[in-house]
């Protein structure tokens, strides 16, 4: 256990640390409330998750709500250089064409298969970021110890970071702390709930402020007078000396 994550641990028993729950919902009210925020001012949050028993739940809960996900590995310069990411998605667009249009011809089978391969490594350690067309603007991190490349890297770039930490994780690197079991399944599965809820109830709002917004500009639309035009005004001119 690391020794910071004191505050945030109820008491020992048999050698195991126990999460004080009180913090664990404190933290999770705090990061739901900055995920709905941010999704309602229209940013991407990215969920960063690379352990094998969470992958898949990221990956699924990432759909959910329609957000770029890391389920694989952190690939180093993600956010701090990100042109460079783009670029190799813009390499794995290229591939993908290339293979549509399986035209053999023009390709030797050698260069081929190498094509496939190099079209598989980008797939599997960037597709789940494809879409996200610009730095996000917050991240969603299960276990801060093993991301903690991914959280050096938002933190350079000043985009908060909302992390599960079990009890041997280091709270500094963190903006907003959850505490709470980061291997149990369904301690994942719980947290990840309230989080992506919060996320679509800011996209719904969003959505909402939009509409409203656009209501607003058709009515102003309709109720604004047409300006005359300038033989309109001329004859009316005129038309008043003679008088």
Known sequence: WNPKMSPYIYGKRNLIHIIDLRETVRGLLRGMHLLRSIASAGEQILFVGTKRQVKDLL??????????FVAERWIGGTLTNYDVIRRRLGRLEELEQIEAEADFSRYSKKMMSSFRREKRKISRNLEGIRNMNR????LFVIDPRRE?????????????TVCLADTDCNPDLVDI??????????????IMRFAVDAI????????????????????SAIQEPRPMSGRTRGRRSRGGRGG
Not at 200 to 219: T, Y
Request: hydrophobic content about 45%; aromatic content about 0%; overall charge negative.
């Open 59 to 68: 990956e699924g809960e990432a759909k959910r709500a329609n957000m770029p």
């Open 135 to 138: 730095l996000p603007g917050a």
């Open 148 to 160: 903690e490349n991914a959280l050096r890297e938002a933190a350079r770039l000043g985009i908060p």
């Open 177 to 190: 702390l959850i505490p709470a079991n980061d291997d149990a399944l369904k301690s994942v599965t719980l």
């Open 200 to 219: 679509l109830e800011g996209l719904a709002n969003a959505d909402e402020r939009a509409m409203v917004r656009e209501q607003q500009r058709e009515a």
